[in-house]
Nanobody
Framework: QVQLVESGGGLAQAGDSLRLSCAASGRTFSFYAMGWFRQAPGKEREFVAAISWSGGSTDYADSVKGRFTISRDNAKNTVSLQMNSLKPEDTAVYYC???????????????????WGQGTQVTVSS
């Protein structure tokens, strides 16, 4: 079992930057690929970014490519999402998720992830 706790959400203006962090505890963090998803009111949860167990592979939704960067520190059991050039449409609850497996093939479907954090709210005003 892996426990995930997100932090770093908050209020921002369009064009600002925020950095989300996710702290993991429990089983060996490096056995898991990690992902970030988000869910806006009235919308389905959507993929944002993913990173392989080693950090060697990353993937991004087209809507955030070039603005967001996912990274991980296996020594500290953390994964981060640096969000630059924020837009109002980035407003959502952001979730950290873990998927067991040491593969460099990244998965974007939320149903494939085994463990989830409680989420952190990001609100971007225009």
């Amino acid at each position: 079992q892996v426990q995930l706790v997100e932090s770093g959400g908050g209020l921002a203006q369009a064009g600002d930057s925020l950095r989300l962090s996710c702290a993991a505890s429990g089983r060996t963090f490096s056995f898991y690929a990690m992902g970030w998803f988000r869910q806006a009111p009235g919308k389905e949860r959507e993929f944002v970014a993913a990173i392989s167990w080693s950090g060697g592979s990353t993937d991004y939704a087209d809507s955030v490519k070039g603005r967001f960067t996912i990274s991980r520190d296996n020594a500290k059991n953390t994964v981060s999402l640096q969000m630059n050039s924020l837009k109002p449409e980035d407003t959502a609850v952001y979730y950290c998720a873990a998927r067991f497996g040491r593969s460099n093939n990244l998965v974007t479907s939320f149903s494939s992830y085994d463990h989830w954090g409680q989420g952190t709210q990001v609100t971007v005003s225009s």
